[in-house]
């Protein structure tokens, strides 16, 4: 009987995480925002108010960060990863084949939203094109999807 209750409380804890916001499906996450993209994939790592984690890995925090004078900087991180973060970009030549690929439009929200939000004030706006024009990951780097 606990084996059983056990089983069903692990079910009932995974269908409530599968309706759960923060899990969104490929289809989906190409009609959110910077803010929700954020939400959805960078808020794991660097928590919900941007302040950054130590813990298992060491996660920088994103408030007011002077890096973030250079959207390049901002954008080909998210691209490429950065010190153990993975890349987040479509790799050269391929279409986006995992949840966590962001196309260049997405990669421009996110990294518009990070710069001007978490006590950042860089108010330009990166566009798709931009990101675009960036060095993109190499498949061999990211590995067989």
């Known amino acids: 009987m606990k084996t059983l209750?056990?089983?069903?409380?692990t079910a009932a804890a995974a269908s409530a995480a599968a309706d759960s916001p923060l899990f969104t499906s490929r289809a989906a996450i190409g009609s959110l925002s910077g803010e929700q993209i954020y939400d959805h994939i960078c808020q794991g790592c660097h928590m919900a108010g941007a302040q950054g984690a130590v813990g298992a890995g060491a996660y920088?925090?994103?408030v007011a960060n002077k890096k973030f004078v250079s959207w390049e900087f901002v954008a080909l991180t998210?691209?490429?990863g950065r010190s153990g973060m993975p890349p987040f970009g479509v790799p050269v030549n391929q279409a986006p084949s995992r949840a966590t690929h962001l196309t260049d439009a997405q990669i421009a929200e996110v990294v518009n939203y990070v710069r001007s939000h978490f006590e950042n004030?860089?108010?330009?706006?990166?566009?798709?094109q931009q990101v675009a024009a960036l060095?993109?990951?190499?498949a061999e780097l990211i590995g067989p999807q």
């Open 5 to 9: 209750v056990t089983l069903l409380l």
């Open 60 to 62: 920088p925090k994103l």
């Open 78 to 80: 998210v691209l490429n």
């Open 121 to 128: 004030r860089y108010k330009s706006n990166v566009t798709a």
């Open 135 to 138: 060095p993109h990951p190499a």
